[in-house]
């Protein structure tokens, strides 16, 4: 067995385990028969590492963390429409970036987060004017808390080369994990190499995938068809139930007929069952409909709106987990601040129960408010 790319044969000290889906985009499926230690890292450190860098919002916001390392991207540079500017670090709660104190006509206004920010804002505020008289300014702190009412552009630039590339390499793994001929993909390899300038092996699919997502799914899916009789060899790839992009592996296909499809989800790491159809004209037509002006322009508009409204429905879902983490995050802190961090479950009382209900519905109240208000006010205006 040798290393696909190439050709050096496997010994135990350069075999790798090549991710099948890059693993910067939540991939799990793996192969120890592809590439020898030395490409995968290769790979591993260009186009893998591009197209992982053009999805890191979707990582970052569905908080999908990598086997390895429990970090999730850090998004900077978040932009709202005033021009604030924020940093996303834990895939829920933007931070502001700019000077946490700023002076005010009757001393100082600190803006923080939670209690243990402003708790340590003040930290440092002491440290850099020491003498000032804090016990007075801390017994005169006026505490007041405010929702963020603007929204943050989150901004994604998915496309170019080295994406292609990328998308080229996935489906070029998952047709020799399934132990296809390598002859027929000779081209695709090149391409992915750098050895072929041109850009018809893989495009960003046009047509609206006719695929049916589970409310909750975001999947990543292939879907491999070879047929003898038109010699094409075809894969069809999802990234992220959003991007779609047809991988042309071979228009000289002469081996058996097959059809295989992985439909992985990100958000509950199971694979999915899933029906999926598509049609590729061939290449040739392809290029024919790329080459007409008009079809190239349609043909941009077609590829940023479906892109656009699947990508809507991600943020929609980060939108909903949001909610839900922010319900489960004040419940923890209901019971911590009534029964303390090391409770034992056997003996709450009643009496207890109904203090952290209380405690609960103080803290969420204004969540629930602002997020209906929130509501309230998008459906006005769009039944204006
Ligand atoms: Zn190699």
Known sequence: MTCYNCNVPFTTENSSEEHIL???????????????????????STIDKDLSKQFESFVALLRL???????????????????????LKDGRFPE?????????????????????EFQAILKGFKKKYPGSDFMEMENKVERSSSYMEEPIQIQMNVGGDSLLKAVGKIALNYYLSK????????????????????????????????????????????CLQGNPDTHTLVAYIILFSSASYIVNLSETYAGPSCSYTYCYDVMTHQEVDKEV?????????????????????EMAQAIRSSLKSATSRILGLVELFQYED??????????????????????????????????FNQKIGPFLIHFFNKHKKLSNRSSQ
């Open 22 to 44: 890059p693993q910067g985009i939540g991939g799990r499926l793996t192969s120890t028969e592809l590439l020898c230690r030395n490409c995968n890292s290769k790979y591993g």
């Open 65 to 87: 963390k990598r086997q390895r390392s429990k970090e999730l991207p850090i998004l900077k540079n978040l932009i709202s429409p005033s021009g604030k500017l924020f940093t």
């Open 96 to 116: 502001p970036v700019h000077s946490p104190v700023t002076k005010t006509a009757n001393g100082y206004s600190i803006n923080a987060r939670n209690e243990e």
């Open 179 to 222: 132990h296809g001929d390598r002859k027929y993909v000779t081209p695709l390899l090149d391409f992915i190499n750098g050895n072929l300038n041109n850009d018809e092996y893989v495009h960003h699919h046009l047509i609206e995938p006719s695929i049916s997502w589970n409310p909750r799914e975001v999947s990543h899916t292939i």
């Open 277 to 297: 159809s598509f049609f590729y004209p061939g290449r040739t037509a392809y290029k024919t409909a790329i080459l007409t002006t008009k079809v190239k322009d």
């Open 326 to 359: 922010k319900i489960e995050e004040t419940g923890v802190e209901a019971i911590i601040e009534v029964l303390g961090p090391n409770f034992d479950e056997e003996e709450i009382s009643n009496e207890s129960v109904n203090k952290i209900l209380a405690v």
